[in-house]
C-alpha cells in the first residue's frame, strides 16, 4: 500500500457520523467493523448532485462535508462521500489512502475511454488491499471488495467481481456487477495513491464543465438493505438485493418530489422545485 500521501487527516465527529448511519458496534480497525460501516453508509447518506444543478457549487472541504451530508442530512457525489467515508475510516484506526478510477457505467460500446474522475478508497486490513466504496450512485458497493482477487465477491446487495484491466503499462483493476445474470463493468481502478489536494481540481472539473454529466442530469441514488433505488433525471429504477430489475419508470415532478423525501431520504427544499420541473423536462439522458 503507498503511504506517501500519509498526511494528518481532519478529524470528524465519529459520534454524529455513527448516529448519521445508524451504526452502534465496536471502533476497531477489523473487516468486520469495516463491512458494517460500508453497509450502513450508502442507505443512509444518499447519492446525489442537486447541489450542482442548483448553482450551488460542491465543496470538499471536510468542515463543509460534515456540515453537508452528516448536519443537514443530505447526500453528495463520490469526493463528498469517500471524502467523509476516508476521514472516518482513519479515524478508527485503519490504513486508508485514496485512489482514481475511471468510469464505464453505462457507456457504449467502443465510446472514447472517459478521464479518470470517480474517487475510491483502498483499506489496508492484514497486508491485503480492500475495495470501499460509498459514492457510486444506484451501484454503489455495500461491502468492501479485495482488490487484488478475481473471485466472484458477495455483496447484501448483489454479486461483483475486480478483474486484471491493464492496457499500455498502466496497472488497472475493474470492477464488475452482476446484474441480471449479466457482467457489467462499473469502473477501473488505477494503482497509486492520491493526496486529497489532488482531488480539488477533478471536484472542479465535476461540478462545473459542460462535458462532466453532474452539469446538466440528475443523479440520485440509495441503496438499502434489500433495493438499489436510482433517479437519472426523472426515471426511477428499482433494484432488488440481488441486482436483479424490479420495476423502472418515469415520474412527475409531484412523483420526483415525494420518491425524493420518502424513498431517497433526502430533506427536499422548497427552492428545489424548479430543478425538479427542469429535470422532468429534460426526460432520461441516452
Not at 94 to 108: D, S, Y
Not at 177 to 192: E, T
Not at 223 to 232: E, I
Amino acid at each position: 500500500m503507498d503511504t506517501a500521501f500519509s498526511s494528518t487527516v481532519p478529524a470528524v465527529d465519529l459520534d454524529a457520523y455513527f448516529a448519521r448511519i445508524g451504526y452502534d458496534g465496536p471502533r476497531e480497525p477489523t473487516l468486520a467493523v469495516l463491512r458494517a460501516i460500508t453497509q450502513k453508509h450508502p442507505d443512509a447518506i444518499p447519492f446525489e448532485n442537486l447541489d450542482v444543478l442548483l448553482g450551488r457549487g460542491v465543496s470538499i472541504d471536510p468542515a463543509a462535508i460534515d456540515a453537508k451530508l452528516i448536519g443537514a442530512g443530505r447526500g453528495g457525489y463520490c469526493y463528498e462521500q469517500n471524502g467523509l467515508l476516508k476521514r472516518v475510516l482513519s479515524g478508527v484506526g485503519f490504513r486508508v489512502e485514496g485512489l482514481m478510477a475511471r468510469v464505464l457505467w453505462m457507456a457504449p460500446v467502443g465510446a472514447p475511454p472517459r478521464p479518470r474522475s470517480h474517487m475510491v478508497l483502498g483499506v489496508e486490513i492484514d497486508g491485503e488491499t480492500w475495495l470501499a466504496d460509498a459514492g457510486f450512485g444506484g451501484c454503489v458497493l455495500t461491502a468492501p471488495l479485495r482488490l487484488f482477487s478475481d473471485e466472484i465477491q458477495d455483496s447484501p446487495n448483489g454479486q461483483l467481481r475486480i478483474v486484471d484491466a491493464g492496457h499500455g503499462g498502466v496497472a488497472e483493476r475493474q470492477v464488475q456487477a452482476n446484474l441480471s445474470g449479466k457482467w457489467s463493468p462499473l469502473y477501473q481502478v488505477a494503482q497509486g495513491a492520491w493526496a486529497d489536494v489532488d482531488y480539488e481540481q477533478v471536484n472542479y472539473f465535476t461540478y462545473t464543465h459542460p462535458s462532466s454529466h453532474f452539469t446538466w442530469s440528475m443523479t440520485v441514488g440509495r441503496t438499502t438493505p434489500t433495493a438499489r433505488y436510482a433517479l437519472k433525471n426523472n426515471r426511477l429504477t428499482h433494484r432488488d438485493q440481488t441486482g436483479a430489475l424490479v420495476e423502472q419508470r418515469d415520474l412527475s415532478v409531484d412523483e420526483l418530489e415525494v420518491t425524493l423525501r420518502d424513498i431517497i431520504g433526502l430533506p427536499v427544499e422548497a427552492d428545489w422545485r424548479p430543478v425538479l420541473e427542469k429535470v422532468v423536462g429534460w426526460g432520461t439522458p441516452t
